[in-house]
Structures are given as C-alpha cells and as structure tokens.
C-alpha cells in the first residue's frame, strides 16, 4: 500500500505570531518521489514532521489517503522516517537494528525473512552481523535505509539522509534511491537543501523559503519557468546570473534593457513574451540569464587568427552581442567558468545571500556589523513577503574584510560556460551573445514577467 498525502493549509507556530511554516498546501500522488528544498531555516524538517505525526500542526488540516489525519498518533500513520543522523542501536548488528522494528510490530513473529529480503534488496547481506561501529558512514545509512524498507511502510519520510556522507557515497546513495523508491512504488518525501540532489531525485520538486511554498513542478519546470527570482537562483549550477536592468520602449524605436553600461535590444519582431514588458518602461527590473543563454562568440577566435576584430558578428537570429571584461576564470576540467564584468550591477536574492555563512565572528554581528552585514540580517527578517530584491552592497560602499567582492562573491557580473580549450587572459575585451529567447526578466518584487506567467502552461502542472 503506498499511500496519498496532502497538506490544506497547513502552518505551525512554535512562538507566538511566527509561522514557521505558513499555510503550505500540497498534494502528493501515491508513488510520487515529492522533494521539499529550500534553505536551511526554512521549514523543511518541520513539514516534514508533521506529517509524521511528531509535530503538531497548528493550523490546517492533513489528509491521508483523503482521510483527516491531524490527530493520528505517528505509529498510527505506517511511515517510515531516515534521518541525516543515522541513530543506530549502538549495541545491535545491523540484523537487529533493522528487525527491531519488526519485532515491536508484531512481537512473538520471526523478523528473519524480511531482514534478509531487504539485506539483498541493499546490497548489505555481508553487514548483518557487524555492530554500527563497524560501518562506515555510507553502510550505516544504508542499514538505517533498511530498517525503513524492512517495515514495507506506506510512505517514506527522509530528511536530508545523505548529507554527513561525503560527496562520492552521496551521489552513489543518491543513485540508490532513487531506484529503490521507484521499484518499491512507496511514496516519498525526501527533505533536502541541495538542489541538485533535489533536480536529480525528484518527481517534482517543492521549493520553500521562509515556511512559504514558492513552487512546486518537475525539476524541468521549475528550472526551465521558475515563478520568481529566488527560485530562479536557488536552481541550477552555475547560479543564474541576475543582473538590474532597465526597460526602454520608446514609441519610435527599439525596445532595449539597458543593463549599466551596455544594453540588450530586443529583436524586432518583438516576441509575444517581449511585447508584454513595453508595460515596464522606465521600470527596473532583474535580468536573470542562465548559463546557456550566453556564449562567448565565434568571432573572438577568428579575429584573433586574423588578427583584429574585423571579422562579421557571428550572432545567430535572436542573439545579441555585449562585451566582457575577463574578471576571473574557474577551471573545472572538461570546462571553464569565466567571470566578466560587463559594466552592470548584479541583483542580490536576501534570503540566498543572508544564507550564507558569515565571514565574520559572531559575537559582532548583532551590533557592530557592516552596513551590509544589517542589510542582509534584516533581508532575512522578509521571510515570508515577495522575493524583495536589494540594490547591490556594493553601493552601500566597501567591505574592508574581503578582497572579493562585497556580498562575497567573487568578481565579475557575468558567469559564462566555456571549453577549456579557448585562450583567455585577465582582463581580456571579449564579445559575447546573448540568446533572448533564454531570457528571463523579473519585476521588482522578484516575480517572473518573461516568459509571461502563464508561458507554455505544459510545463507547469
Ligand atoms: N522546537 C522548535 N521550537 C522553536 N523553533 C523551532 C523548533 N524547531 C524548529 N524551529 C524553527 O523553525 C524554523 C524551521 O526549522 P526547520 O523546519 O528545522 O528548518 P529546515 O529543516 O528547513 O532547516 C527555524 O527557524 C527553526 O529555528
Ligand atoms: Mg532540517
């Protein structure tokens, strides 16, 4: 039996007046592989245990199965839950620790056969007899993943079970996972705050930020249309380049988003999508590119075997050409990421830049903090408001403490892609095209407005 789950309304308030999480609606199909991502903070591990049954819910109402389940007691809900830490009976073999559960169950029923039908199932027949310190950290989650499976729940609970693993054994286990849960067809919630793990895992990925549902889709979806800018930034490797923007629709000429220094002109014809920002004339707005939407041009290349920038532009239908400055390059092996400064100002997402640990002792944060150490503390106050996106620190002046960039980063506007085969140097001009059909342009709150929100509804369910 593997059963359905969905949240009406659902918020919890631990003090008074905060909501922790606040009024998550969500409905997950029997079988569904559902991952709740979201930074830390935001909600996770509490969504996820309420629907345990190990957290009341203060407000609205869960159904399983269609059935009001608010008051069932967690034993009453046949879950199983993996947690991160992997809470092994230190005194028990792995037999023992996974039939355990069986034996309080149905106590006087021999737990053997299950024990060993899971053993198989994981791959672990050789670990039963060993004690937890025994294991290493990969074998103990997957002993732990056993005394789950052994019980043949109606739905798998798992928050963030493969997170003190290291990187290697994650994506091994990951893998594992994913191929278990599909082949016991048992429904699972799987609570993580790494994105990738959550894209490669999931039949559809909810994304939460401050206890609030700010999406839900397949990890197509939401990467490819996401509803504003923080799941925007939240998704995808490289980070989307998120760069302030301002629209020009001058009623004789071409509409342009002039980006600081440079400036993208739409293509004539406009775009359904481009039409629809004439609106925002003289309004700022936040260019969001994703790595595929930029490229470093052909032309760089072959003017430098010719040596000058004579050559044609090489833009394809839709692309347009800005320059770069080479700022800072990452060599990752089979590619390059490069760094430019293309002369605009990046945009920052609160919640995404105040997630980050600070570079600072904590004791003066509170109080002696720099201007964009109170910014981005009281960005982390706007948890549960629109995605409210700030100027740039740097206009609130400079950081003395890092010889990065202000927020941390590191320098340049524009990440771009690249073979590690092209010769680039710092501080190189280079010319790059930007393809418009990939952009992306949020309004001031942060909500998408191209593509239009209603843009090919088939990806969105
Ligand atoms: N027992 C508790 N009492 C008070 N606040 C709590 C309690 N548990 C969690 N919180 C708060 O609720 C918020 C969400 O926590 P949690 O669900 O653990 O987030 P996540 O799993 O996404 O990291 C956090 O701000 C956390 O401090
Ligand atoms: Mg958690």
């Not at 010719?306 to 347009?320: C, F, H, I, N, Y």
């Not at 690249?418 to 952009?439: E, F, K, S």
């Amino acid at each position: 039996m593997t059963r359905a789950i969905s949240l009406h309304d659902v918020s919890k308030t631990y003090t008074k007046g905060v909501r922790v999480v606040d009024r998550l609606s969500l409905d997950i199909a029997p079988g569904e592989f559902l991952v709740l991502l979201g930074p830390s903070g935001c909600g996770k591990s509490t969504v996820l245990r309420m629907i345990a049954g190990l957290e009341e819910i203060t407000e609205g109402q869960l159904l399983l199965d269609g059935e009001y389940g608010n008051d069932l007691p967690p034993s009453g809900r046949d879950m199983a839950m993996v947690f991160q830490n992997f809470a092994l009976y230190p005194n028990m073999t792995s037999r023992d620790n996974i039939g355990f559960p069986l034996r309080i169950e149905s106590p006087g029923a021999d737990p053997r056969h299950r024990v060993n039908a899971t053993a198989r199932m994981l791959g672990i027949e050789d670990l039963l007899e060993r004690f937890p310190s025994q294991l290493s950290g990969g074998e103990r989650q997957r002993v732990a993943m056993g005394r789950a499976i052994a019980r043949h729940p109606s739905a798998f609970l798992m928050d963030e079970p493969l997170s003190n693993l290291d990187a290697k054994l994650r994506n091994h286990l990951r893998a594992e996972i994913a191929k278990l849960t599909r082949e016991l067809g048992v429904t699972t919630v799987y609570v993580t705050h790494d994105q990738a793990e959550a894209m490669s895992l999931g039949d559809r990925v909810a994304v939460l930020r401050g206890g609030v549902l700010q999406q839900v889709g397949t990890p197509r979806a939401v990467y490819a249309l996401p509803r504003n800018v923080f799941v925007a930034a939240f998704i995808g490797t490289p980070r989307i380049n998120l760069l302030r923007g301002l629209v020009r629709a001058p009623l004789d000429g071409a509409m342009t988003i002039s980006l600081g220094k440079q400036f993208l002109r739409l293509p004539e014809p406009l775009s359904l999508d481009h039409q629809l920002l004439r609106v925002q004339q003289g309004r700022e707005v936040i260019v969001g590119l994703r790595s595929e939407a930029v490229r470093i041009s052909p032309r760089f290349s072959a003017s430098r075997e010719q040596g000058g920038l004579a050559s044609p532009s090489w833009a394809r239908p839709g692309e347009v050409e800005i320059t770069g400055l080479v700022e800072h390059m990452e060599f990752q092996g089979h590619e390059v990421l490069v760094h430019f400064d293309t002369g605009s100002r990046p945009a920052v997402v609160p919640d995404l830049e105040a997630a980050r640990p600070s570079r600072r002792p904590v004791r003066r944060r509170r109080r002696e903090g720099t201007v964009l150490e109170r910014l981005r503390e009281k960005a982390g106050t706007l948890r549960a408001g629109p995605v409210v996106v700030m100027d740039h620190p740097a206009d609130t002046g400079p950081d003395p403490d890092t010889a990065l960039s202000p927020d941390g980063r590191l320098p340049g506007d524009l990440v771009v892609r690249t073979t590690p085969d092209i010769r680039l140097r710092y501080g190189m001009q280079v010319p790059l095209l930007v393809d418009l059909a990939h952009l992306f342009v949020f309004d001031q709150h942060g909500e998408r407005i191209c593509p239009a929100p209603d843009h090919l509804p088939d990806l969105e369910e």
